[in-house]
């Protein structure tokens, strides 16, 4: 039984643009404000609503979706229904068959023509697994609700509770490849010869700790740019102006192509979506970290540094070639 929570109707009026707008001009953003969703289920065609509630430690989110949601929203196992099954090589999450994502979406009930929108309780980094994977599975119509569940609920929007409606099925049709991606040897030539993004905690990048692969470091080359940094004290995603500076910071030329990796493709997609807020492309490594590390042929940096910090006793490089 499905039982809705009332709550006093938000003062602030339904906004017809994001939180965040994109940087590039006439692009419509990945981003949707918590007013603009509650208008939108309240059209004619409302978008089908996708909670990817999911964590390292809570992967199943299926008890927290039936204690509250928002109303009509289908709950996606991120480990079965985002991630296929392969190799230690291919690492713990890696790209489902799109045969698989096309049955999954349609159990949601996805239709062709229908606007989605992914949300979670994690600031994004989990729902940004399934806004970058439909599209690259040629969606065009995904958006990510900024600020997820808690911003719902300071916009004092009404939660659902209980065992959810069955839903209709969808029709949806998918085909795999819209967005780029490259494997362990792309990855490695962007590192060396691009830019690649590590969007793990500081501490994972610089070695200090590893707590679900089998070595601790980074590629060598990649810089550290940890997903917490897109986001602000309440979990949305910062202004546009404001992530321009933290990746200009980091030596990213506006506009340009850059490689993307975490521990294993997840938060890689929000410092997609991150990076595509600034008019940049990226490109991600869906193995990531997971799939690197259980490679002994790949070397390992540890340290600050993108190439890694020198041994004991070694001199430290200076001038240009540093």
Do not use: K
């Not at 994001?18 to 007013?35: C, F, H, K, R």
């Not at 994004?124 to 399934?130: C, D, V």
């Amino acid at each position: 039984m499905t039982t809705t929570t009332p709550t006093t109707a938000p003062t602030t009026a339904p906004s017809t643009a994001p939180s965040t707008a994109p940087a590039g001009a006439g692009s419509p953003s990945p981003l949707v404000d918590p007013p603009t969703l509650a208008a939108l289920l309240a059209g004619p065609r409302p978008p089908v609503v996708l909670d990817v509630r999911w964590s390292l430690a809570a992967p199943d989110g299926r008890a927290a979706h039936r204690q509250a949601r928002v109303p009509g929203s289908v709950y996606v196992d991120l480990e079965t229904e985002l991630a296929g099954h392969g190799a230690p090589t291919d690492g713990r999450h890696p790209l489902p068959a799109v045969a698989d994502l096309q049955a999954a979406a349609r159990r949601w009930g996805v239709r062709t023509g229908d606007g989605v929108v992914v949300l979670d309780d994690l600031g994004g980094r989990s729902a940004a697994r399934a806004w970058w994977l439909l599209r690259w599975a040629g969606l065009a119509e995904v958006r990510l609700l900024d600020g997820g569940l808690a911003a719902w609920r300071a916009a004092g929007l009404p939660l659902e509770a209980g065992e959810p409606a069955p839903v209709p099925p969808g029709d949806v049709v998918l085909r795999s490849g819209a967005l780029p991606t490259v494997d362990a040897d792309g990855a490695a030539a962007l590192a060396a010869r691009g830019v690649l993004l590590d969007a793990r905690a500081g501490a994972r990048y610089r070695g200090e700790t590893e707590p679900v692969d089998p070595r601790a470091g980074h590629i060598p080359g990649a810089l550290s740019a940890p997903t917490d940094e897109n986001l602000d004290a309440d979990g949305r995603f910062l202004p546009v102006a404001a992530l321009e500076a933290r990746f200009a910071a980091l030596g990213l030329p506006a506009g340009g192509t850059v490689g993307v990796s975490c521990g294993s493709g997840v938060t890689a997609a929000h410092e997609a979506l991150a990076l595509e807020l600034t008019g940049r492309r990226p490109v991600l490594f869906p193995g990531s970290w997971s799939a690197w590390s259980n490679d002994p042929a790949r070397p390992v940096a540890v340290g600050a540094r993108p190439a890694g910090d020198p041994a004991p006793g070694a001199t430290v490089p200076t001038g240009p070639d540093a």
